[in-house]
Protein backbone atom coordinates (compact mmCIF):
# COMPACT_ATOMS: atom_id res chain seq x y z
CA UNK A 1 0.00 0.00 0.00
CA UNK A 2 3.05 2.24 0.91
CA UNK A 3 4.21 1.70 -2.31
CA UNK A 4 1.41 2.47 -4.67
CA UNK A 5 0.79 6.18 -1.67
CA UNK A 6 4.76 6.35 -3.36
CA UNK A 7 4.44 5.99 -6.74
CA UNK A 8 0.89 7.70 -6.58
CA UNK A 9 2.85 10.93 -5.19
CA UNK A 10 5.57 10.76 -7.61
CA UNK A 11 3.37 10.76 -10.02
CA UNK A 12 1.85 14.08 -9.10
CA UNK A 13 5.05 16.04 -8.26
CA UNK A 14 5.98 15.04 -12.19
CA UNK A 15 3.10 16.35 -13.28
CA UNK A 16 3.11 19.48 -11.38
CA UNK A 17 6.60 19.48 -12.57
CA UNK A 18 5.78 18.75 -16.15
CA UNK A 19 2.86 21.33 -15.87
CA UNK A 20 5.10 23.82 -14.18
CA UNK A 21 7.77 23.67 -17.13
CA UNK A 22 5.16 24.10 -19.71
CA UNK A 23 3.75 27.51 -18.15
CA UNK A 24 6.86 29.19 -17.72
CA UNK A 25 7.79 27.98 -21.62
CA UNK A 26 4.52 28.91 -22.26
CA UNK A 27 4.79 32.44 -20.14
CA UNK A 28 8.61 32.67 -21.81
CA UNK A 29 7.36 32.44 -25.36
CA UNK A 30 3.37 33.97 -25.14
CA UNK A 31 4.73 36.86 -23.17
CA UNK A 32 7.81 37.84 -24.16
CA UNK A 33 8.40 41.33 -24.95
CA UNK A 34 10.29 41.72 -28.68
CA UNK A 35 11.20 45.02 -30.31
CA UNK A 36 10.04 45.48 -34.14
CA UNK A 37 10.38 48.05 -36.34
CA UNK A 38 7.18 47.95 -38.89
CA UNK A 39 7.56 47.16 -42.56
CA UNK A 40 6.33 45.02 -45.49
CA UNK A 41 7.84 42.56 -47.69
CA UNK A 42 11.38 41.13 -47.98
CA UNK A 43 13.26 43.90 -48.09
CA UNK A 44 11.58 45.82 -45.34
CA UNK A 45 10.04 48.77 -46.95
CA UNK A 46 7.44 50.99 -45.48
CA UNK A 47 6.01 53.36 -48.09
CA UNK A 48 4.07 56.50 -47.00
CA UNK A 49 2.86 58.88 -49.66
CA UNK A 50 3.52 62.76 -50.00
CA UNK A 51 0.59 65.00 -51.11
CA UNK A 52 2.56 67.40 -53.39
CA UNK A 53 -0.39 69.90 -52.54
CA UNK A 54 -0.30 69.60 -48.94
CA UNK A 55 3.16 70.98 -48.06
CA UNK A 56 3.93 73.96 -44.80
CA UNK A 57 5.10 76.77 -45.89
CA UNK A 58 8.78 75.65 -45.53
CA UNK A 59 7.66 73.12 -48.51
CA UNK A 60 7.89 69.84 -45.96
CA UNK A 61 5.35 67.17 -45.69
CA UNK A 62 4.87 65.07 -42.82
CA UNK A 63 5.80 61.31 -42.58
CA UNK A 64 7.49 58.44 -39.61
CA UNK A 65 8.82 55.25 -39.38
CA UNK A 66 7.70 53.08 -36.40
CA UNK A 67 8.29 50.19 -33.93
CA UNK A 68 6.31 48.30 -31.67
CA UNK A 69 6.75 45.45 -28.87
CA UNK A 70 5.44 41.78 -29.18
CA UNK A 71 4.18 40.31 -25.80
CA UNK A 72 0.72 40.06 -24.56
CA UNK A 73 1.91 41.63 -21.05
CA UNK A 74 2.50 45.41 -20.67
CA UNK A 75 5.92 46.23 -20.59
CA UNK A 76 7.59 47.96 -17.62
CA UNK A 77 10.10 49.79 -18.86
CA UNK A 78 10.54 52.61 -21.30
CA UNK A 79 12.27 51.44 -24.77
CA UNK A 80 14.72 53.75 -26.54
CA UNK A 81 15.97 52.94 -30.10
CA UNK A 82 18.82 54.63 -31.30
CA UNK A 83 18.46 54.98 -35.44
CA UNK A 84 21.10 55.49 -37.82
CA UNK A 85 21.43 55.69 -41.60
CA UNK A 86 22.65 52.50 -43.46
CA UNK A 87 23.65 52.97 -46.77
CA UNK A 88 24.75 49.06 -47.06
CA UNK A 89 20.92 49.07 -47.11
CA UNK A 90 19.84 50.54 -50.06
CA UNK A 91 22.97 49.28 -51.58
CA UNK A 92 22.06 45.90 -50.87
CA UNK A 93 18.45 46.31 -52.09
CA UNK A 94 19.63 47.97 -55.47
CA UNK A 95 21.66 44.89 -56.34
CA UNK A 96 19.39 42.32 -55.37
CA UNK A 97 16.71 43.55 -57.28
CA UNK A 98 18.23 45.34 -60.25
CA UNK A 99 21.79 43.76 -60.74
CA UNK A 100 24.23 45.45 -63.28
CA UNK A 101 21.29 47.58 -64.35
CA UNK A 102 22.43 50.84 -62.58
CA UNK A 103 19.69 52.82 -64.49
CA UNK A 104 16.91 51.40 -62.36
CA UNK A 105 18.25 51.81 -59.03
CA UNK A 106 16.35 53.36 -55.98
CA UNK A 107 18.23 57.06 -54.47
CA UNK A 108 19.24 58.01 -51.64
CA UNK A 109 16.73 61.44 -51.05
CA UNK A 110 18.79 64.27 -51.33
CA UNK A 111 19.91 65.41 -47.63
CA UNK A 112 18.05 68.95 -48.44
CA UNK A 113 15.11 66.74 -48.86
CA UNK A 114 14.42 65.79 -45.86
CA UNK A 115 15.23 66.44 -42.16
CA UNK A 116 14.99 64.43 -38.82
CA UNK A 117 15.09 66.22 -35.85
CA UNK A 118 15.66 63.46 -33.48
CA UNK A 119 17.40 59.58 -34.49
CA UNK A 120 15.43 57.43 -32.39
CA UNK A 121 12.21 56.09 -31.05
CA UNK A 122 10.64 55.98 -28.01
CA UNK A 123 8.11 53.63 -26.88
CA UNK A 124 6.94 54.61 -22.90
CA UNK A 125 6.23 51.84 -20.52
CA UNK A 126 3.67 49.91 -20.43
CA UNK A 127 2.48 51.24 -24.27
CA UNK A 128 3.30 49.09 -27.27
CA UNK A 129 4.32 51.41 -30.18
CA UNK A 130 6.70 54.34 -30.96
CA UNK A 131 7.58 56.45 -33.93
CA UNK A 132 10.28 58.99 -35.31
CA UNK A 133 8.93 61.78 -37.52
CA UNK A 134 10.21 62.14 -41.00
CA UNK A 135 9.76 65.92 -42.68
CA UNK A 136 10.26 65.09 -46.56
CA UNK A 137 10.55 68.04 -48.72
CA UNK A 138 8.98 66.56 -51.95
CA UNK A 139 7.99 69.21 -54.60
CA UNK A 140 11.42 68.49 -57.01
CA UNK A 141 11.74 64.42 -56.79
CA UNK A 142 11.07 62.89 -60.11
CA UNK A 143 8.29 60.50 -60.29
CA UNK A 144 10.19 58.42 -62.26
CA UNK A 145 12.80 57.41 -59.79
CA UNK A 146 12.66 55.25 -56.18
CA UNK A 147 13.29 57.01 -53.32
CA UNK A 148 14.37 55.48 -50.05
CA UNK A 149 15.75 56.44 -46.82
CA UNK A 150 17.73 53.07 -45.22
CA UNK A 151 17.64 52.84 -41.46
CA UNK A 152 18.94 50.52 -39.07
CA UNK A 153 18.04 50.08 -35.52
CA UNK A 154 21.56 50.62 -33.76
CA UNK A 155 21.01 49.76 -29.83
CA UNK A 156 17.80 48.96 -27.79
CA UNK A 157 17.77 49.87 -24.28
CA UNK A 158 15.53 47.69 -23.14
CA UNK A 159 14.02 43.90 -24.41
CA UNK A 160 15.26 42.11 -27.08
CA UNK A 161 15.34 43.32 -30.58
CA UNK A 162 13.64 41.03 -33.61
CA UNK A 163 16.85 41.46 -35.85
CA UNK A 164 15.28 40.80 -38.86
CA UNK A 165 13.06 43.48 -38.14
CA UNK A 166 15.51 46.13 -36.74
CA UNK A 167 16.40 47.79 -40.22
CA UNK A 168 13.82 49.82 -42.53
CA UNK A 169 13.97 51.08 -46.33
CA UNK A 170 11.87 54.27 -46.09
CA UNK A 171 10.32 54.79 -49.41
CA UNK A 172 8.89 58.33 -50.38
CA UNK A 173 5.79 58.51 -53.08
CA UNK A 174 4.59 61.65 -54.85
CA UNK A 175 1.13 62.25 -54.89
CA UNK A 176 -1.54 64.66 -56.28
CA UNK A 177 -5.04 65.39 -57.12
CA UNK A 178 -4.82 63.50 -60.48
CA UNK A 179 -2.16 60.33 -59.56
CA UNK A 180 0.64 59.02 -57.30
CA UNK A 181 3.44 56.82 -57.89
CA UNK A 182 2.03 54.63 -55.48
CA UNK A 183 -0.61 52.80 -57.86
CA UNK A 184 0.70 55.22 -60.93
CA UNK A 185 -2.82 55.03 -62.59
CA UNK A 186 -4.65 54.82 -66.46
CA UNK A 187 -6.66 57.44 -67.78
CA UNK A 188 -8.77 56.15 -70.48
CA UNK A 189 -8.08 58.63 -73.87
CA UNK A 190 -10.65 58.59 -76.88
CA UNK A 191 -8.61 61.14 -79.45
CA UNK A 192 -8.60 61.86 -83.05
CA UNK A 193 -5.49 63.25 -84.66
CA UNK A 194 -5.28 65.29 -88.05
CA UNK A 195 -2.52 65.60 -90.06
CA UNK A 196 -1.54 68.65 -90.82
CA UNK A 197 -0.66 71.10 -93.08
CA UNK A 198 -4.72 71.54 -93.38
CA UNK A 199 -6.25 71.69 -96.52
CA UNK A 200 -6.76 75.55 -97.98
CA UNK A 201 -10.50 75.77 -97.34
CA UNK A 202 -10.40 74.40 -93.74
CA UNK A 203 -9.89 76.56 -90.99
CA UNK A 204 -8.22 75.05 -87.74
CA UNK A 205 -9.08 74.21 -85.55
CA UNK A 206 -13.00 73.47 -86.76
CA UNK A 207 -13.12 70.07 -88.16
CA UNK A 208 -15.89 70.76 -90.80
CA UNK A 209 -13.87 72.29 -93.65
CA UNK A 210 -16.41 75.93 -95.04
CA UNK A 211 -18.44 73.56 -97.44
CA UNK A 212 -19.44 71.21 -95.05
CA UNK A 213 -17.62 68.19 -95.90
CA UNK A 214 -16.34 66.04 -91.96
CA UNK A 215 -12.22 66.29 -92.37
CA UNK A 216 -11.43 62.60 -91.51
CA UNK A 217 -8.92 61.61 -88.77
CA UNK A 218 -7.80 59.35 -87.48
CA UNK A 219 -9.72 58.09 -83.85
CA UNK A 220 -7.88 56.49 -81.04
CA UNK A 221 -8.64 54.26 -78.27
CA UNK A 222 -6.26 53.77 -75.37
CA UNK A 223 -4.70 54.08 -72.18
CA UNK A 224 -2.52 56.70 -70.62
CA UNK A 225 -0.29 56.40 -67.36
CA UNK A 226 -0.21 59.82 -66.01
CA UNK A 227 2.35 61.18 -63.05
CA UNK A 228 2.08 63.65 -60.80
CA UNK A 229 5.38 66.61 -61.47
CA UNK A 230 3.95 69.24 -58.59
CA UNK A 231 0.36 70.15 -56.80
CA UNK A 232 -0.84 71.51 -60.22
CA UNK A 233 1.63 69.46 -62.58
CA UNK A 234 0.76 65.98 -64.08
CA UNK A 235 2.72 64.68 -66.56
CA UNK A 236 1.93 61.78 -69.76
CA UNK A 237 2.19 60.62 -73.15
CA UNK A 238 1.45 62.99 -75.83
CA UNK A 239 -0.80 62.41 -79.05
CA UNK A 240 -2.18 58.62 -79.71
CA UNK A 241 1.30 57.18 -78.09
CA UNK A 242 0.90 54.48 -75.20
CA UNK A 243 3.12 53.29 -72.50
CA UNK A 244 5.51 50.32 -74.21
CA UNK A 245 6.87 48.08 -71.30
CA UNK A 246 9.73 46.83 -74.40
CA UNK A 247 10.91 50.58 -74.66
CA UNK A 248 13.64 52.09 -72.95
CA UNK A 249 11.43 54.39 -70.86
CA UNK A 250 14.02 56.92 -69.98
CA UNK A 251 14.44 57.97 -73.81
CA UNK A 252 10.54 57.45 -74.16
CA UNK A 253 9.93 59.93 -71.39
CA UNK A 254 11.70 62.43 -72.99
CA UNK A 255 10.92 62.08 -76.72
CA UNK A 256 7.37 61.61 -75.80
CA UNK A 257 5.92 63.55 -72.62
CA UNK A 258 4.11 66.90 -72.35
CA UNK A 259 3.27 68.53 -68.80
CA UNK A 260 -0.35 70.30 -68.08
CA UNK A 261 -0.80 72.54 -65.26
CA UNK A 262 -3.66 73.14 -64.27
CA UNK A 263 -4.56 76.87 -63.59
CA UNK A 264 -7.03 77.13 -60.59
CA UNK A 265 -6.26 74.46 -57.63
CA UNK A 266 -8.93 76.22 -55.47
CA UNK A 267 -11.76 75.28 -58.30
CA UNK A 268 -11.03 71.76 -59.14
CA UNK A 269 -13.63 70.10 -56.99
CA UNK A 270 -16.14 72.70 -57.92
CA UNK A 271 -17.70 70.54 -60.60
CA UNK A 272 -16.90 74.01 -62.92
CA UNK A 273 -14.33 73.73 -66.20
CA UNK A 274 -10.53 74.98 -64.96
CA UNK A 275 -8.37 75.87 -67.66
CA UNK A 276 -4.96 74.09 -67.82
CA UNK A 277 -2.10 75.19 -69.86
CA UNK A 278 -0.40 72.42 -72.18
CA UNK A 279 3.56 72.67 -72.62
CA UNK A 280 6.83 70.72 -73.45
CA UNK A 281 8.23 68.08 -70.89
CA UNK A 282 11.40 68.65 -72.91
CA UNK A 283 12.50 71.49 -74.44
CA UNK A 284 15.59 70.47 -76.50
CA UNK A 285 15.34 69.41 -79.81
CA UNK A 286 14.83 65.86 -78.61
CA UNK A 287 11.93 66.31 -77.65
CA UNK A 288 8.02 66.66 -78.18
CA UNK A 289 7.49 69.72 -79.30
CA UNK A 290 3.89 70.94 -78.48
CA UNK A 291 1.76 74.08 -79.02
CA UNK A 292 -1.39 74.54 -77.23
CA UNK A 293 -4.25 75.62 -79.66
CA UNK A 294 -7.18 77.49 -77.79
CA UNK A 295 -10.80 77.82 -79.17
CA UNK A 296 -12.20 74.56 -80.00
CA UNK A 297 -15.76 74.42 -79.30
CA UNK A 298 -15.84 71.09 -77.32
CA UNK A 299 -11.92 69.93 -76.77
CA UNK A 300 -11.61 73.17 -74.77
CA UNK A 301 -8.34 73.09 -73.04
CA UNK A 302 -10.09 72.34 -69.46
CA UNK A 303 -10.31 70.10 -66.37
CA UNK A 304 -13.59 69.05 -65.17
CA UNK A 305 -14.87 66.37 -62.43
CA UNK A 306 -17.80 65.33 -64.80
CA UNK A 307 -21.33 63.49 -63.28
CA UNK A 308 -22.44 60.86 -66.01
CA UNK A 309 -26.02 60.83 -64.53
CA UNK A 310 -25.84 57.41 -63.31
CA UNK A 311 -24.09 58.26 -59.75
CA UNK A 312 -20.12 58.07 -60.89
CA UNK A 313 -18.01 61.11 -61.65
CA UNK A 314 -15.39 61.09 -63.83
CA UNK A 315 -11.84 63.25 -63.66
CA UNK A 316 -12.16 64.84 -67.63
CA UNK A 317 -9.36 66.72 -69.51
CA UNK A 318 -10.54 68.09 -73.10
CA UNK A 319 -7.25 69.01 -74.80
CA UNK A 320 -6.40 70.59 -78.59
CA UNK A 321 -2.79 71.07 -79.29
CA UNK A 322 -0.45 70.99 -82.15
CA UNK A 323 2.67 68.55 -82.22
CA UNK A 324 5.52 67.40 -83.66
CA UNK A 325 7.55 63.83 -83.17
CA UNK A 326 10.89 63.83 -82.81
CA UNK A 327 13.22 62.80 -85.56
CA UNK A 328 10.09 63.72 -87.98
CA UNK A 329 8.71 66.65 -89.79
CA UNK A 330 5.50 65.72 -89.68
CA UNK A 331 2.94 67.69 -87.93
CA UNK A 332 -0.44 66.66 -86.37
CA UNK A 333 -3.18 68.39 -84.24
CA UNK A 334 -4.94 65.87 -81.85
CA UNK A 335 -7.92 66.46 -80.19
CA UNK A 336 -8.27 64.51 -77.14
CA UNK A 337 -10.32 63.18 -73.83
CA UNK A 338 -8.21 61.90 -71.10
CA UNK A 339 -10.69 60.18 -68.01
CA UNK A 340 -10.46 58.42 -64.69
CA UNK A 341 -13.37 57.81 -62.57
CA UNK A 342 -13.29 60.49 -59.26
CA UNK A 343 -13.78 58.15 -56.09
CA UNK A 344 -13.83 60.74 -53.26
CA UNK A 345 -11.62 59.95 -50.58
CA UNK A 346 -13.45 60.02 -46.91
CA UNK A 347 -11.81 61.92 -44.60
Known amino acids: MKCKIIIIMFAILATSASSCNRDELFTREHYKAVVAVKSEGGFNIFAQEHDLSKVDANGFSDGFISANIGGSLPTDNPVRLSIVMDDALLHSYNKRNFGTESYRYAHLIPSDRFSIANMSINIPAGERNGRMNIRIRPTGLSPDSIYLIPFRVDNSSAYE?????????????????????????????????????????????????????????????????????????????????????KENQEVAIAQWSIRVKINDLDQIESGQAVGVTISAWNDSADGFQVTQVDGDVRFTNTFQIVNDGFGKFFKTFLLCYKYKVPGSSAEYLIKEELTTEYVKEVK
Open 161 to 245: LNLEKSTVLYQVHLKNFWSTTRAIPNFNHRGTRYTLPFPEKFIPPATVAEDGDILVGNPSYINKTVYPVSADEIRFFGGDKSYNS
